[in-house]
Nanobody
Framework: QVQLVESGGGLVQAGGSLRLSCAAS????????MGWYRQAPGKERELVAV???????YYADSVKGRFTISRDNAKNTLYLQMNGLRPEDTAVYYC?????????????????WGQGAQVTVSS
């Protein structure tokens, strides 16, 4: 049974930083594409950043230069370092895992989802 468990969300002032972690179990983490998505109230879920098993990375334009995705295959953990946070970054952030290799940027490429972590940025 695949489990993805996010941690590290919270409330931060604009300009601040947070680091999200996603502990994965039940899948061969090191050989899977992984990603972070977010969903704000009243909006559709959107891609934030994804990373392939080989370390290739893709960022949404809205977070490029501010967020950094990384993975520690030895710990089966995915990270999202978020710097320069803005009020518009407020959302529930989801960890996502794919059954595929390679860089995956489509939501339907991801079969496994965490429960979500709330990130709130105050102005």
């Amino acid at each position: 049974q695949v489990q993805l468990v996010e941690s590290g969300g919270g409330l931060v002032q604009a300009g601040g930083s947070l680091r999200l972690s996603c502990a994965a179990s039940g899948l061969t983490f090191g050989s899977r594409a992984m990603g972070w998505y977010r969903q704000a109230p009243g909006k559709e879920r959107e891609l934030v950043a994804v990373i392939s098993s080989g370390g290739s990375i893709y960022y949404a334009d809205s977070v490029k230069g501010r967020f950094t995705i990384s993975r520690d295959n030895a710990k089966n953990t995915l990270y999202l370092q978020m710097n320069g946070l803005r009020p518009e970054d407020t959302a529930v952030y989801y960890c996502a895992g794919s059954s595929r290799i390679g860089l995956r940027t489509r939501t339907d490429d991801y079969q496994y989802w965490g429960q979500g972590a709330q990130v709130t940025v105050s102005s």
